[in-house]
């Protein structure tokens, strides 16, 4: 699938209709790394599109509408996350002592840890660190969908690899 479609001169229903149909999936897929939350994804990206078609008169290069749809996603996702952080806090404020233990298998258990020790980095670190492991995208890719130099993609990287070997051990370098 192409990243660039023949956008300029389209209106915005038949611009934003063959962005959705050509890159929606990818889209969704980058959320739900982000989020970990299939539904809050979608609903994510969903959002980025009806923004993106209310806006399509104001986009001055028609050709990077696929960019500013991924930064708006990016931007979208931590939204949701710092939203989801606040209503987890009160949540845990007004019932104390009312969750349960589950016995995962060991993948499961790895998934989770993996999970926990990425929300135990920074929000950029995290978010190279799934673009680059999780969507195999470049430097140049997460760097125009986070906003953020290419060198700033390559520290992020660094320092949040190092320490997710520090938080994970073994199990980072089998993953990495």
């Known amino acids: 699938m192409p990243d660039h479609l023949s956008l300029v001169g389209a ?7 063959q962005l959705y149909a050509a890159h929606w999936r990818q889209l969704v897929r980058l959320a739900a790394l982000l989020v970990h ?7 994510v990206v969903q959002d ?7 806006k399509w008169s104001r986009l001055r290069d028609p050709e990077k509408a ?5 930064r708006a996603v990016v931007n979208r996702s931590r939204s ?10 009160h949540v845990r404020a007004t019932a104390p002592g009312e969750g349960t233990v589950d016995g995962p298998s ?26 680059r492991y999780y969507l195999d995208w470049s430097e140049a890719q997460i760097a125009e969908a986070i906003g953020v130099s290419r060198g700033a993609v390559k520290s992020h990287a660094f ?18």
């Open 11 to 17: 209106d915005a229903g038949v611009a934003v209709e």
């Open 37 to 43: 939350d299939q539904q809050a994804a979608e609903d």
């Open 48 to 54: 980025a599109f009806v923004a993106m078609h209310g």
């Open 66 to 70: 696929l960019a500013y749809l991924r």
């Open 80 to 89: 949701a996350l710092r939203h989801r952080a606040v209503v987890e806090r």
């Open 106 to 131: 060991v993948g499961a258990a790895r998934r989770d840890a993996v999970r926990d020790a990425l929300l135990q980095l920074t929000e950029r670190q995290r978010e190279v660190l799934v673009l």
């Open 159 to 176: 320092r949040g690899s190092a320490a997710l070997r520090g938080l994970l051990g073994d199990w980072w370098e089998d993953l990495s």
